[in-house]
């Protein structure tokens, strides 16, 4: 894949909510994804968060599949760069009984 096809799929997804009136700025999507992540890092925050320097590994990878492919499961998880830190088991340890919350999190908020 050449490098400006790269997001060129995902930057469709911002053309037709642009088209549609959702959004009133024409801007490629993984810059509105990183725009919203850390709005949604900030409000974590703001709620009294902390995340670990491993926690924050997985939240910043995560918005980095959701950027590239306007969404993240469960099976990318067994994918790299998730692999290489345990993938769905290293998830679960870094990010406890609340990984799921912010998978489902980061999916619904930067997709947005």
Request: charged share 30%; net charge negative; proline share 2%.
């Amino acid at each position: 894949m050449r490098h400006a096809d790269r997001h060129t799929v995902t930057d469709l997804v911002s053309l037709v909510r642009f088209t549609l009136g959702a959004d009133d700025r024409l801007e490629p999507f993984a810059a509105k994804v990183g725009e919203r992540y850390r709005s949604w890092l900030a409000q974590q925050e703001q709620a009294g968060a902390v995340f670990t320097e491993r926690q924050r590994w997985w939240l910043d990878r995560m918005a980095d599949v959701i950027a590239a492919s306007a969404g993240i499961t469960e099976d990318d998880l067994d994918n790299v760069p998730f692999t290489e830190h345990g993938g769905v088991d290293g998830l679960l340890r870094d990010l406890g009984e609340k990984a799921a919350v912010y998978l489902a999190d980061l999916n619904r908020e930067l997709i947005a």
